[in-house]
């Protein structure tokens, strides 16, 4: 029983224009999301994060947002970089953090120069 | 300066072996973890220890034990390998709410 997904195995954008990566839960006792960056060989890097009792979080290019009547989150990354393209992990945690990470399969995200 | 990191970064051994992954971190966080990448590319958490207790245990099979000898290091130790074990395995320590990951181990069993 998969309580977080992405959908989209991969996205490919233009660089300079947005990138949008989704996400949905199942689980309603999670409070707290977060945004994790993969590139091939390496470890998955935290991005950004979003507490339930928030609907946005922004830090540079990358804002996340939450919608939790929706149970569904997304990443937009504006103006996007071919450094960018990476798979993209979204999870999720109960107790505001403090419980284990739940992932989502992860999105390839691909920026065309 | 590293902070998480793991050894060995490859691992290949045949079925039946008894193998070690060893991981560190210089974070000076309490709980650490690891967790499992398989073929599908799908991260699961396989156990999680505090401060050298374990906390979690995602029923992963008795050939897997964790060993924690003191809150910065977090090794685990996999018996009688078996094809299925192949998958790359993170090790991971949490800050205050984020983990940070380490390289991985791509373990191959043959």
């Known amino acids: 029983d998969q309580q977080v997904k992405q959908n989209s195995p991969s996205l490919s954008v233009q660089e300079g224009r947005i990138s949008i990566l989704n996400c949905d839960y199942t689980?309603?006792?999670?409070?707290?999301f977060l945004w994790y960056k993969k590139y091939p060989a390496e470890g998955p890097t935290f991005l950004i994060s979003i507490s339930s009792i928030k609907d946005k979080n922004e830090d540079g290019r990358f804002t996340v947002f939450l919608n939790k009547s929706a149970k569904h989150l997304s990443l937009h990354i504006v103006p996007s970089q071919p450094g960018d393209s990476a798979v993209y992990f979204c999870a999720a945690s109960g107790d505001f953090g403090n419980e284990k990470l739940t992932f989502g399969t992860g999105t390839r995200l691909t920026i065309i120069p | 300066d590293t902070a998480v990191s793991q050894t060995p970064k490859y691992l290949v051994t045949q079925m039946g072996n008894d193998k070690s992954i060893k991981c560190e971190q210089n974070l000076g966080h309490d709980t650490m973890y690891w967790y499992k990448q398989d073929s599908k590319k799908f991260l699961k958490i396989m156990f999680s220890?505090?401060?050298?207790?374990?906390?979690i245990n995602e029923t992963v099979p008795n050939r897997f034990s964790p060993k924690s000898p003191d809150k910065a290091h977090l090794n685990l130790h996999i018996n009688s390998l078996e094809l299925g074990d192949s998958a790359v395995y993170f090790c991971?320590?949490?800050?205050?709410?984020?983990?940070?990951f380490g390289p991985g181990t791509r373990l191959t069993v043959t």
């Open positions: 689980n309603s006792m999670f409070d707290y």
């Open positions: 991971a320590s949490r800050g205050f709410y984020e983990q940070y």
């Open positions: 220890y505090n401060n050298k207790e374990l906390i």
